[in-house]
């Protein structure tokens, strides 16, 4: 029976490329000269540091458009809140990933409530869809693909026939 995984991962290496691109950026340009701001990366979280407030929403804005160039998708970006003290102000921008419970759930009542002879079930970080026709998959692909409910970039791997 043909089946495929519905996962939402993110390329941890086109992530660093991106803050490697952001931080080329910032040391660059004429607005942040002589300020000490630059981006970090722990893990899938990206710690912005810099002096003002008005420069944490430009370095934002850099991150998202270097982010969006390296073809991460920028549903998957969750801003922290800033901590803005005297001549310091910082910012975590976590990336996430993996289909939480709550989405998971979500996503197969939107394949269940479309009718199609489908079935979907939650393994882990994941949500696997069986059917019998490999055409019936594809419709699956093409709804959630085209759906505005989801607010997770979704991956489409480990397609059998």
């Known amino acids: 029976m043909p089946s495929f995984d519905i996962v939402s991962e993110l ?5 660093q490329n ?3 691109q952001a931080n080329k950026e ?7 000269k002589g300020t000490a701001s630059e981006f970090s990366l ?3 979280t990206v710690s ?8 944490l929403k430009q370095m934002l804005d850099i991150l998202i458009q270097k982010a969006n160039r390296r073809g991460i998708d ?5 801003e922290k809140d800033p901590t803005i003290q005297l001549k310091s102000a910082k910012q975590d921008i976590v990336m996430r990933e993996g289909l939480d419970t709550p989405l998971a759930k979500k ?14 079930q939650i393994q882990g ?6 059917g019998k026709k490999r055409d019936d998959l594809q419709a699956v692909m093409q709804l959630l693909r085209g759906s505005e409910d989801i607010e997770m970039p979704l991956q489409f791997n480990n397609f059998r026939d």
């Open 11 to 15: 390329d941890k290496h086109e992530l």
């Open 18 to 20: 991106a803050v490697d």
């Open 26 to 32: 910032v040391t660059t340009r004429y607005d942040f």
């Open 42 to 44: 722990n893990g899938t």
């Open 48 to 55: 912005m540091s810099t002096e003002s407030d008005f420069q």
């Open 74 to 78: 920028v549903k998957c970006i969750e």
């Open 107 to 120: 996503v197969v009542k939107l394949i269940k409530d479309s009718k199609l002879k489908v079935q979907a």
């Open 125 to 130: 970080e994941s949500v696997r869809v069986t």
